[in-house]
């Protein structure tokens, strides 16, 4: 068990069906988004972009990455965005998700594989957005797609 209280097997509840529906919303911030070639939180968001997604870098060490200005928090993101992907260490993540829901219209927190914090979960969850943890959005995506 990590201190954020899951298994590393442990998994959410969302059924393959759910998943493609989250698949369906096209804004995605990337928490954590990374300029360096070869790192998770570079190569999984040029793969979203590929696939005709609307990626928003969310970094406040840079204006811009991936050729897309990148924003200080979720918050700042002045256009529509549908789903947070969270490229943060666990305990990280409560104040990313506490932010993120100070923007109207996000359907979706994702915690990439490896990523859980159920404070954060409960706290999306109350909001009706909708959780995924522990699972990587591209991985999830081949799998499906």
């Known amino acids: ?45 040029k793969y979203l972009i590929g696939k005709g997604y609307n990626v928003i870098p969310v970094n ?20 529509k965005v549908d789903i947070v992907d969270i490229f943060r260490k666990s305990d990280d993540v409560l104040p990313v998700v506490q932010d993120a829901i100070l923007k109207n219209g996000i359907k979706v927190i994702w915690m990439q594989l490896g990523i859980y914090n159920r404070k954060a979960r409960e706290i999306a969850e109350n909001k009706d957005i909708g959780v995924v943890y522990n699972r990587c959005i591209l991985k999830e995506h081949q799998r499906l797609f």
Do not use: C, W
């Not at 068990?1 to 804004?27: A, E, P, W």
């Not at 991936?66 to 002045?78: A, F, Q, R, T």
């Open 1 to 45: 068990m990590t201190k954020q209280g899951m298994d590393m097997n442990d998994v959410d509840k969302n059924s393959d069906d759910g998943l493609k529906r989250i698949y369906g919303f096209k804004n995605i911030a990337i928490v954590g988004m990374s300029p360096t070639e070869g790192k998770p939180s570079n190569y999984v968001p």
């Open 60 to 79: 406040p060490i840079y204006e811009e990455i991936l050729g897309n200005k990148s924003y200080p928090k979720v918050s700042d993101i002045p256009h």
